[in-house]
């Protein structure tokens, strides 16, 4: 019995963590980050964060190919192997498409979406205008805002999601808050 469950959260983790891939490591590269500061630290609303605004939305959305691995495996493993193994494997990936996909269906929008990159373009295009909060606007992607830093107003409304910036509460710390929230903010937004 106890065997069958261990070997079972064996494939769900693996199941787990294969499907993450994309999001865990194309965008902590170091040449994907040079032109951001470390984490936590705010960051300046330009084109390079807009830029990854729309990366992390396609990793997020790659994750459903990376699922295939672990749906095909699992169903290979419960036909020919260890059936405890491949039930753990199938079920996370079938579940992380199935939770993909009805998202998506029911309007439910994931933690980088193209509005939110228009949203920031948005603020983007005030503070370099004649609309703009202050004589020397300089808009940063804070933990729970984007404000200018230097009156202080605040832009938009919108608790910064993870960057794929490396963490900077270590590898394992950040791995496992990663794996945890999925890259979604951990605070809420200031009105709610």
Aim: hydrophobic share 45%; aromatic share 14%.
């Amino acid at each position: 019995m106890w065997a069958e469950f261990i070997e079972f959260l064996i494939g769900a983790v693996t199941a787990h963590m294969i499907t993450r891939v994309p999001f865990l490591t194309f965008p902590r590269l170091k040449t994907w980050n040079e032109q951001f500061p470390p984490h936590p630290e705010a960051v300046y609303v330009d084109a390079h964060l807009i830029q990854r605004v729309m990366h992390m939305r396609f990793f997020h959305w790659l994750s459903i190919v990376f699922a295939l691995i672990p749906l095909v495996f699992g169903w290979f493993s419960m036909s020919y192997g260890s059936a405890a193994i491949g039930f753990g494997m199938w079920s996370v990936s079938g579940w992380l498409i199935l939770s993909r996909l009805t998202g998506f269906l029911a309007g439910e929008e994931a933690n980088w979406t193209k509005q939110l990159a228009m949203n920031l373009q948005l603020v983007r295009n005030r503070a370099d205008s004649d609309e703009s909060c202050c004589n020397l606007p300089y808009p940063v992607w804070q933990v729970t805002a984007v404000r200018c830093t230097n009156c202080g107003s605040n832009l938009l409304n919108k608790p910064r999601p993870d960057l794929g910036r490396p963490r900077s509460d270590g590898w394992i710390m950040g791995f496992v808050r990663l794996m945890i929230t999925d890259g979604r903010p951990i605070v809420a937004s200031e009105e709610e």
